[in-house]
C-alpha cells in the first residue's frame, strides 16, 4: 500500500468551486456548534428512499451503505442474489439499488448483459466486504476497490460504505492523508484550463463557470479536502459511479453524497490508500481475501504476489497452513469475490496423492494377487 503525501493546502479547483459557489449559491461552512444551531436541509425522495433501502439478505436491518463492525474480525456484510423484475432495468438500476458500483456488478456477473440483463434473470450482489487494512477513523477510500468506507465518531459500532469513482490514469487520485474542510450545496463549476483548451480544440469551447443545475458534473453537494484541488462530490451522470472516468476527485451516487453531506462534520480525517489485496477474518474464523485490478499508476516497487503474501503472514501464525495456490490466483484474477483460505468455510483440503515412486506397480500388484489367488486354490483342492 502506497503513501506518498499528506496535504492541508487549497488548490485551484478548490478555490474556484468556492469562489463561484459565493456568487451563485449559499456555501456551508459550519462548526459542528453552527449545524446544531440551525435547521438541516431535508433530504430530497430519492435520497430517503435509498438511506432506507435495506440490503435483501443482510440480517441487520440497518439502512443503505450501514454495518456492524463485528466485535471480532474484520468482515462486513453478505452477498446475495436478486431478480431483475423488469424488461427495462439495467445492471446499473440494479446496482445503484442495492449500493454496488459498476465494476463491482460487472465482476460479480461477467455473463449477465449491463444493458439488458433481462426480465427474470439472476444476478449476485456483491455486498460483502473486508475492511481496509488502516485505522477505521474517519472516512477511508481504497482507490482499487472503488469504495468509500466511513466511521461516524457519533455512532461507534457503524461503518458506511459507499462505491466511488476516481481518476482515470491520466489524472490519477493520489493516495495520502488530508481532511474535509468547506461543504458547499448546490456549487458552481469552473472547469479547469486543460479541460477548456481540450474543449477548444473540438470544437466545443468550454464555459468557464457552470451554475448549479443539471449540466453540473459536481451534483448538488461538494465536500471540499485539504489535498489541493479536490472534492468528493455527487455527479450529473451516475452510471459512472464505481468506475474509473473522473479527472481526480472521488464521485457519488447523488443521494449518497447527500446522506454523508448531511452528517460528516467538517474536519474529519480522510485517508486515501491504495490497497488491491486485502485479507481478514470472519467472526466464524474464516480467513478471507479479496483482491482488486491494480491500479498501474501505483506499481512501482509494487509486486502484487509478494504484498499479498505478507498481508497473510501478518494475519496468521506458524501453524496455520492456507492454500498458496488460491492466494496466487486471486492476485492473477482480481475480481472482488471472496476466496476462504483458512477455517470453517475453507473448502477440505484434498488428500495428498502419494509420490510417483511409492506407488505399487500395477503389472506387479495384479502377479500378486493371481499368486495369491492359485495359493488359496491349491490349498482347498488339498482340504
Known sequence: MNIRHTFFRWGPTSLAVLLTASLSAPVIAQSADDEQAQNTPE???????????????????????????????????????????????????VARRHNIGYEEIRMANPDVSIWVPGEGT?????????????EREGIVINLSELRLYYYPADKPGIVETYPVSVGREEFATPVGKTKTTVKVKDPAWSPPASMRREAAERGEPAPSIVPPGPDNPLGRHAILLGLPSYLIHGTNRPDGVGMRVSRGCIRMYPEDIESLYERVPSGTPVNLIDAPFKAGWASDGTLFVQSYPQLEENMDDFEPLLEALKRISELTEDNIQVDYAQVRSAVESPDGRFVALYGPQAPASEPEEPAEEDKPDPLEQG????????DSRRADDEA
Not at 74 to 93: C, H, K, M, P
Not at 122 to 134: G, K, N
Not at 367 to 373: A, N
Open 122 to 134: 439472476e444476478v449476485v450482489i456483491p455486498s460483502r466486504y473486508i475492511l481496509p487494512p488502516v
Open 43 to 93: 433530504l430530497s425522495d430519492t435520497a430517503i428512499e435509498s438511506a432506507e433501502l435495506v440490503a435483501l439478505g443482510s440480517p441487520n436491518n440497518l439502512p443503505r451503505g450501514e454495518f456492524y463492525i463485528p466485535d471480532e474480525g474484520d468482515v462486513i456484510g453478505e452477498t446475495y442474489a436478486v431478480t431483475v423484475d423488469s424488461q427495462e432495468d439495467t445492471l446499473i438500476d
Open 367 to 374: 502377479i500378486f494377487e493371481q499368486i495369491e489367488l492359485t
